[in-house]
């Protein structure tokens, strides 16, 4: 829970700033391309986040690298993440902030969570509620997972609505175990 609270607090203050520069649309792509970055290769957050690297070595280092190739605001932003220990958390930053200009934007991400792929009015249904729910432009993103047996899980943010059979078997269990039987 601490990471998205963190995540959530950082992000919008970036999210404030960037959009007071006119710079959102900007940092949405850099910010998009560091966090594609440090996905296929966490070795810059492993510096970051190294103890025994001294602060001011990873400050100047990012200064060094980021200056001249990225917004100052992103450089500056990355030191106070460095001073603050908080470099640890930048990829939920980044997604925490992404969704907040996408959320500027008029646009809605949810990931859909089914044992069998959606049919094409399913989708259809569900964007439209979803869309009814956000008031936002819905983009799913569809995961199959067999192991749910049936029904969806939608994932909105840090929203998880579990509609899956295997959590309703899950709960029914659980139920029938405080069932005390004389």
Known sequence: MLIWEVAKKYAQAL???AKEKGLLDKLYEQLGDLRDLVSKDNSLLNFLAAPQVLEE???SMVREVFSGRTEQLV???LVVLIDKSRANFL???IDEFRRLVEAEQGLGRITVVTAVPMADNERTRLIEKMAAKTG???VIEEKVDPSILGGM???LYDEIIDGSV???????KEQ???VRVH
């Open 15 to 17: 999210f404030l700033s």
């Open 57 to 59: 070595t990873k400050k």
């Open 75 to 77: 450089v500056e932003f």
């Open 91 to 93: 990829v939920e930053i």
């Open 136 to 138: 936002l432009r819905i």
């Open 153 to 155: 899980i939608v994932i």
């Open 166 to 172: 295997r959590h309703g078997l899950d709960l029914g």
């Open 176 to 178: 029938l175990d405080k």
